[in-house]
Structures are given as structure tokens and as C-alpha cells.
């Protein structure tokens, strides 16, 4: 196995809400698994608007209420060409920001996924991480649920591609 990193890149519009409890929930799984070594996991938004900025009070409040997270010291970047080519898989919350992605240089040949491709409920695979941004505690609980069940079951995908576990 080679010992370069796995380099896994999760993306919604802002980076305040969705991607930064993505790459939490994520590294969370993968620590449970004592796979960190095996991994480098980021998190960026396709828009600019709130770079620099940390992740929307409502993720702060869920990552640390459900897991005792705390994911406030993250800081928003927009997703650029370099990352396309950098990471190794490259997941969008939603299909409209998979769209975005599409128009940046380098596109073509970057491993773009769909999170909710590895949606384990068959019924919403292929669906949008909803957008829970200026909504109340209760949307930011939905989307912890499904990026937990998700990001669980990305990683069962990335351990039998990569060979893992
Ligand atoms: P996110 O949520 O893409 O999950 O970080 C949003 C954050 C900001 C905006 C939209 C969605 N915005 O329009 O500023």
C-alpha cells in the first residue's frame, strides 16, 4: 500500500454548515477506526463569501452536543482547481455544488462524488444534503443524522477500494 495519504475533500456552497460537519464526521469515523494515519480530510464551499470564517453556530452546537466535537477552530476556504487535483476524492453536498465544481479548471479529471450516492437509505441515495443555512436547531439536527449515516458509509466504500480495515 502506498504510504501517501488518502486526500478526501468535502464541499458544500459556504463551508460553515454541511462540509464542516462532513469532514468531522468523517475523521470522527476514521479515528474510530485508528485509520488516521491513512488520511488527510479537508473541507472547503464553492462560493467566497465566507472564507475566513468559523463553521455557522448551529453546526458548532450540534457537533458538540451529539459527539462533544468541537469544530469551532475550523476556518472556511472556496474549493479551488489545486483541490481537485490535490485530493484524491473530491464529495459535494449537494448536486447544485457538484454542478459548480463541474465549471472549475481540472474538473474533468478529478474523482467528483455525489455524498449521498453512499446514502445508506436507499430510498434518499442520490438526494441533496439540505442546506439547513439561517435555519432553526432542528434543520442542523437533520443534517447531522445524514452526514453521520453517510459519512460512515463513504468510509466502508473508501476501505474496500483503498484496501483498508
Ligand atoms: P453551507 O450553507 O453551504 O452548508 O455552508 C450555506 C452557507 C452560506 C450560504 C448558503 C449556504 N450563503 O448563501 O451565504
Not at 464541499?11 to 460553515?16: A, E, K, M, V
Not at 451529539?66 to 482547481?81: C, E, K, M, P, T
Request: charged content about 25%; some cysteine.
Amino acid at each position: 500500500m502506498s504510504s501517501e495519504p488518502i486526500g478526501v475533500m468535502f464541499f458544500c456552497l459556504g463551508n460553515i454548515c454541511r462540509s464542516p460537519l462532513a469532514e468531522a464526521l468523517f475523521r470522527y469515523h476514521v479515528e474510530q477506526r485508528d485509520l488516521g494515519h491513512h488520511f488527510r480530510i479537508d473541507s472547503s464551499g464553492t462560493g467566497s463569501y465566507h472564507v475566513g470564517e468559523p463553521p455557522d453556530p448551529g453546526s458548532v452546537r450540534v457537533a458538540r452536543e451529539r459527539l462533544g466535537l468541537d469544530i469551532s477552530g475550523q476556518r472556511a476556504q472556496q474549493l479551488a482547481s489545486s483541490h481537485l487535483r490535490d485530493f484524491d476524492y473530491v464529495v459535494a453536498m449537494d448536486r447544485s455544488n457538484f454542478s459548480n465544481a463541474k465549471r472549475l479548471r481540472g474538473s474533468e479529471q478529478a474523482n467528483l462524488l455525489l455524498f449521498r450516492d453512499f446514502e445508506p437509505d436507499e430510498y434518499h441515495r442520490g438526494d441533496d444534503v439540505p442546506d439547513p443555512w439561517g435555519g432553526g436547531a432542528d434543520h442542523f439536527e437533520t443534517v447531522y443524522e445524514i452526514v453521520d449515516r453517510c459519512a460512515e458509509s463513504f468510509l466502508d466504500y473508501l476501505c474496500a477500494e483503498e484496501g483498508l480495515g
